[in-house]
């Protein structure tokens, strides 16, 4: 399964991510991106994210 992961070092909060897919980023009270726990995640939506990300911080971590 395909997870999308946020590099937290380099994330700059821009919010990209949170208003591309929102199902799937959030940022926390604390002031740092979650990923929300699904079964599936939507690619198309997580690719978006990751285009738009201006750090490039947002990959995918494939597991079996």
């Known amino acids: 399964m395909k997870i999308p992961v946020v590099e937290l070092?380099?994330?700059?909060?821009?919010?990209?991510?949170?208003?591309?897919?929102p199902a799937?980023?959030?940022?926390?009270d604390a002031g740092f991106v979650v990923v929300i726990?699904?079964?599936k995640y939507p690619e198309i939506e997580v690719e978006e994210?990751?285009?738009?990300c201006p750090t490039g911080c947002i990959y995918w971590d494939e597991t079996e």
Do not use: K, M, Q, W
């Open 37 to 39: 726990d699904l079964p």
């Open 49 to 52: 994210a990751r285009r738009g």
């Open 9 to 21: 070092s380099e994330c700059v909060l821009c919010g990209v991510c949170e208003i591309v897919a």
């Open 24 to 28: 799937v980023f959030s940022i926390s």
